[in-house]
């Protein structure tokens, strides 16, 4: 098994040599406005599948595919010779799906942004289904909880200002101060 790297590295090498190769030396009619989009390797650096994309219809898909099936031999041998690998992998050339599910992507977030238009426009005119301020302002109820909370300025403590406030050597304990009790407990 080789390096993921390696084969990483081989994916992309493939990947460029199989598209120069189709614009320069492959002259099948039949290959329509092609682009590689990406290349796989197996781990064992025998197989390679090539991703690719063809502008137009599903005739000129078919007709690509076939194209790029008997190109597969030359296209090989130049892999071969351009990558210089001991054993040159298989190539299967494969429709890359990315065009068709962007495009279903893109349908749902069109669907989706004219929904929230409807939802929007429903909004604007909608009215509460009960009283436009849901929360009780009984006078009464406010006084008697504002009352319990309230501090006054007496009863608080002035923590800056109380020496009693902070803790400090003379607030600690005894066994704290004293070094035989500190000996002890080590």
């Known amino acids: 098994m080789a390096d993921p790297a390696r084969a990483r590295k081989l994916a992309d090498r493939i990947k460029v040599v199989v598209a120069e190769t189709l614009e320069r030396r492959i002259k099948d009619p039949r290959l329509g406005f092609t682009t590689i989009t990406a290349a796989r390797v197996t ?14 219809d599903d005739v000129e898909k078919q007709a690509t595919a076939a194209a790029l099936a008997s190109a597969r031999g030359v296209l090989r041998s130049e892999v071969g010779r351009r990558t210089g690998v001991r054993l040159t992998p298989t190539l299967e050339f494969l429709e890359d799906a990315v065009p068709e599910n962007a495009q279903a992507i893109e349908d749902l977030l069109r669907t989706a942004r004219e929904q929230d238009a409807a939802v929007a426009v429903l909004a604007a005119s909608a009215q509460p289904a009960g009283e436009a301020d849901p929360y009780r302002h009984d006078p009464a109820l406010l006084d008697e909880d504002d009352d319990e909370d309230d501090l006054d300025d007496d009863e608080v403590e002035d923590v800056e ?3 009693d406030a902070r803790p400090g050597a003379d607030r600690l304990g005894d066994d704290v101060l004293d070094p035989d009790v500190r000996a002890r407990r080590r």
């Open 43 to 56: 781990g064992d650096l025998q197989h390679a599948t090539v991703f690719y994309t063809v502008f137009g």
């Open 161 to 163: 200002h109380d020496p």
